[in-house]
């Protein structure tokens, strides 16, 4: 009888596992198709019956055009530049307003921390028409400063640091204080090194938001020189005729980056975007 | 008064103080206010006017409004991103609890492992999620079709059939959000201590009792959120659309966002995009405030 009813339950921990994998193959072999695909050449992709594997695994010649057609090392450049500054700006601005939010009390405190916590509820898209406008007054289409003005400083990021600087024990900062260190000093030489982690937390999910960006760049960028790589792989489809052996190689183009970060950082990754509940 | 004037010339060391954490915070304050409340405050009031050519603008009073939800146009946008909600929302958080409750009773490596792979689809940008599924989609020669006619199902049309763009979209942000949301499910699962599942299995009960009587009610909370998320994510659908199907066929697929997208840069009537944008604020609004009474709520058991 019992014997029984450990072999059921470990039947059913089999069961579990295998269908949990199962899933998770599944979830990931989109990734692997497109890889695939990126591989063949058009003659192979259109072979009946379906092939899964290339013909030649050294067949790097729809990579080629993908960069032959479209600047497409200049589109990885501007979008690791955006996503750069983004993420040093956010972790500058944040953190200032973190320290001001977490360890001081002044006038328009909570106005000022319920208001930006409330930008949580405004969605990009409510503010995109002015926005434009002014970027526009300013003469900053089309310039990365243009591309970057929206996404600066994030709410999560003010949110994020002012968690994290809020443990960060009070009797650190009174005695730096007393020992005569400035404002200034006790942000960058005691609060900031006891924050590290949840910089770092930012710096990450702030660069992969940015290099992910789409609408707001389409909206202001009009010269290829300027385009950011979400943009650039839009450039390879048509209402009417796809060559996908190109789409999906310049997919695995714009994704390795991320998907590099993501393998190396990823209990981190997982981690900043679970706490950030939603993109803002 | 005196506040803020002390603010600006501080006397003693508690003004010096708060002037120095108001210093603190005011870059943070001034860029949300150039980027957020100007702009929204903007469009509240742009939505009043028409933009003439030549830059001139007339008011219109609730005129844009009336032209707007008269529109058959925009209530068609409507009535898909609400299609596309009920289609893919129920889907994403059911499977993502199926998924957490698996992953929660692997041992840790495996655990780790799996759950890293259903992850992987949140990191990459929504449009390459989109350009990839555009590929399994494919009508001839992609991979979905090929697998039905293998095993004796006639191939479809996916997302340039009228009646199957919706599921098929769906499906993209499915993929995309599982993982996301099955690690907020997870998180909340392993923090259920022990003990109330083997008080549990002493009164007897069996493991299903166990999941829909402590499971369950325990993971409310997140399961609330989780469904706010996904309604926000989906109701803000964009890149998606733009990026496969243009909102066809024969509008079939056109969403809210990219509907405010074409009407404000594909045709420049900006009054009537600031009305979409004040109409998308307030359906947000009273959704977050929505999620906010239900989580004040205390749960009770």
Redesign the interface.
């Known amino acids: 009888m019992r014997g029984a009813r450990t072999r059921s339950v470990s039947l059913a ?1 089999w069961l ?2 295998a ?3 199962a ?3 599944t ?2 072999f ?2 692997v ?2 890889a695939l ?1 990126s591989l063949k050449t058009p003659p192979e ?2 072979r009946v ?2 092939q899964l594997a290339p013909d030649h695994w050294g067949n790097l010649e729809n990579y080629r055009e993908v960069f032959r057609r479209a600047p497409f090392s200049r589109f990885l450049l501007n979008s690791a530049l955006l996503a750069t500054v983004s993420a040093v700006s956010s972790l500058v ?2 953190a ?2 973190g ?3 977490a ?7 909570s106005v ?1 921390f319920f ?2 916590i409330g ?5 990009f ?10 970027v526009s007054r300013l003469g900053l289409l089309d310039t990365y400063l243009g591309i970057l ?2 996404d ?2 994030s ?1 999560f990021g ?1 949110f994020l640091m002012r968690q994290a600087i809020e443990v960060v024990p009070d009797d650190y900062i009174a005695a730096a204080r007393i020992d005569g260190c400035g ?1 200034w000093g006790i ?1 960058w030489r005691v609060v900031l090194p006891a924050v590290t982690p949840a910089l770092a937390t930012l710096a990450i999910i702030k660069f ?1 938001w940015t ?5 707001w760049p ?2 202001v960028v009009n010269s290829p020189s300027m385009k950011t ?2 943009m650039g ?2 450039g390879f ?1 048509n ?1 009417y005729f ?1 060559e ?1 052996n190109l ?2 190689a310049a ?1 695995v183009v ?2 390795l980056p ?2 590099l ?2 393998v190396i950082l ?1 209990k981190w ?2 981690q900043a ?2 706490m950030t ?2 993109k803002g | 008064m005196e506040r803020w004037t002390r603010l600006a010339f501080p006397r003693t060391y508690m003004d010096r103080q708060r002037r120095a954490g108001f210093l603190f915070v005011l870059p943070a304050v001034a860029y949300f206010a150039c980027v957020y409340f100007v702009p929204l405050v903007e469009s509240l009031i742009g939505s009043f006017y028409r933009t003439l050519p030549g830059g001139a603008s007339r008011f219109m009073g609730f005129g844009l409004y009336e032209r707007v939800f008269t529109d058959p146009v925009f209530w068609n946008s409507v009535r898909n991103t609400i299609k596309l909600l009920a289609l893919s929302v129920p889907s994403t958080v059911a499977l993502a609890l199926a998924v957490a409750l698996g992953l929660d009773r692997l041992t840790l490596r495996w655990r780790s492992l799996w759950a890293a792979m259903y992850f992987v689809p949140f990191a990459v940008s929504l449009v390459a999620a989109a350009l990839i599924w555009q590929w399994l989609y494919e009508p001839v020669y992609g991979v979905l079709n090929h697998a039905l006619v293998l095993v004796g199902l006639p191939p479809q049309k996916w997302l340039q059939s009228l009646n199957q763009v919706l599921p098929s979209l769906a499906a993209i942000n499915v993929w995309v959000r599982l993982g996301f949301d099955t690690m907020i499910f997870l998180a909340a699962l392993q923090a259920i201590p022990g003990e109330y599942y083997e008080a549990a299995a002493l009164d007897g009960a069996s493991a299903r009792q166990r999941l829909w009587h402590v499971t369950l009610p325990l993971l409310n909370p997140q399961i609330v959120m989780v469904c706010i998320l996904e309604l926000i994510f989906n109701f803000k659908i964009f890149d998606q659309v733009y990026a496969t199907t243009q909102g066809g066929p024969a509008g079939a697929s056109q969403t809210i966002i990219p509907l405010l997208y074409d009407t404000a840069f594909k045709y420049f009537r900006l009054g009537e995009a600031s009305v979409m944008a004040v109409f998308v604020f307030v359906v947000l609004l009273v959704v977050t405030l929505l999620q906010w009474r239900i989580f004040r709520r205390p749960v009770d058991y």
């Open positions: 921990r579990t596992a269908l949990v994998a899933g998770a193959l979830v990931v989109p990734f198709w497109i695909t992709i259109q019956p379906l601005v944040s200032l307003a320290y001001g939010f360890k001081f009390r002044f006038p328009g405190h000022f208001a930006i930008i949580l509820m405004v969605p898209q409510s503010v995109v028409v002015p926005l434009y406008l002014w003005a929206p600066l400083v709410v003010v404002e942000f992969m290099w992910n960006e789409f609408f389409l909206v790589v979400t792989l839009i489809t209402m796809i996908y789409v999906t997919a714009s994704v991320i998907l970060i993501f990823q990754v997982v975007a679970v509940g939603l």
